[in-house]
């Protein structure tokens, strides 16, 4: 790859840390914000990742950003759907066997602990709601817990511990970072141009519109019953023009829970820089538009370069 992890550190600084949180296909934003930092100087001491955040972090540590970028880079709306191994039968709609198996080819049986990067990924254990710091152990195994998505992806087992999403407890992972010894943690919020949320509508009700008379149901053959059936369970997964599918309410809930746990935690605990690509035209399963997310994390990272520098001057 391109030396990532070794490129040269500005002299006299203090420890740097770089907490990259959750968003899904916006996380390719993640590698045009490590790009342009090191072009400008600046490589992380430490790397702390929640979900895609993870998995950019774990691939920079491990050497093989190259690598991640030129597959994102390559993605099409049919590639994506190729990874997409769908399972009825496990605790999560998607496998995510053909993702894993990809990630497997690049980063093997590197361990966490022989990365030359201080390198942590953020998942949640289920049932109990702990967050949980992956800091030891296969890198591959760390990024796929810190992803799963639930209801997406089924759980992870590490070390005892069935694991799944760390964005549902910290989305950007400043805490982490902090405790991981960094003086200084420059934050990568892919959602904080999310605008209009949160708003409160004080005066909503029913009205005319919320009446939708209901068809009479049509006799059926039997072949026919079963391909009307298929249909609409096809129909209430993917949705329609009338009404949100499953995968849609699942997404956009877990969005808005991740947006608020987001605001609530930076106000306790804020970074001394935050990095805030203007993502808001990219999709959660936008992933074939990662060059667009690499520019836009790229035109960020160097918009906040003076902040940056400041920062690492000021604690020095």
Not at 2 to 19: D, I, N, Q
Not at 53 to 59: F, M, Y
Not at 129 to 138: F, K, P, Q, V
């Amino acid at each position: 790859m391109g030396g990532e992890a070794s490129a040269p550190a500005m002299a006299k600084r203090p420890s740097v840390a770089l907490a990259l949180g959750g968003g899904a296909a916006r996380g390719f934003a993640h590698i045009g914000v490590l790009r342009a930092l090191a072009a400008k100087g600046i490589t992380p001491d430490i790397i702390v990742g929640t979900s895609i955040g993870a998995v950019v972090g774990g691939c920079f540590a491990g050497g093989v950003l190259d690598t991640l970028e030129e597959w994102a880079r390559s993605l099409t709306v049919r590639g994506v759907l190729g990874y997409l191994d769908v399972s009825l039968s496990g605790s999560g709609l998607i496998g995510g066997n053909r993702l894993a198996s990809h990630l497997e080819g690049a980063l093997a049986k590197t361990m966490i602990e022989n990365l030359p990067i201080r390198f942590a990924a953020i998942a949640t254990e289920v049932r109990t709601g702990h967050e949980i710091w992956l800091t030891h152990g296969r890198v591959v195994d760390a990024l796929r817990a810190s992803y799963a998505l639930p209801g997406i992806f089924a759980p992870v087992r590490i070390g005892g511990r069935w694991l799944v999403d760390g964005a549902l407890v910290n989305p950007v992972p400043v805490s982490a970072a902090r405790a991981l010894g960094a003086r200084v943690v420059i934050a990568v919020n892919l959602n904080a141009d999310q605008f209009g949320r949160g708003i409160t509508i004080s005066n909503h009700g029913s009205d005319e519109s919320d009446e939708t008379p209901a068809e009479p149901p049509k006799p059926q053959s039997r072949i026919g019953a079963f391909f009307s059936t298929e249909r609409a369970l096809k129909r209430q997964f993917l949705g329609d023009a009338l009404r949100p599918g499953l995968s849609t309410v699942m997404v956009d809930a877990f969005n808005v829970m991740q947006d608020r746990i987001t605001r609530s935690r930076l106000a306790g605990d804020p970074p001394d820089v935050s990095i805030n690509p203007r993502l808001g035209r990219v999709g959660w399963f936008d992933f074939h538009r990662a060059d667009e997310a690499i520019r836009l994390g790229e035109e960020a990272a160097n918009k906040a370069f003076d902040t940056v520098s400041e920062a690492i001057t000021a604690l020095a």
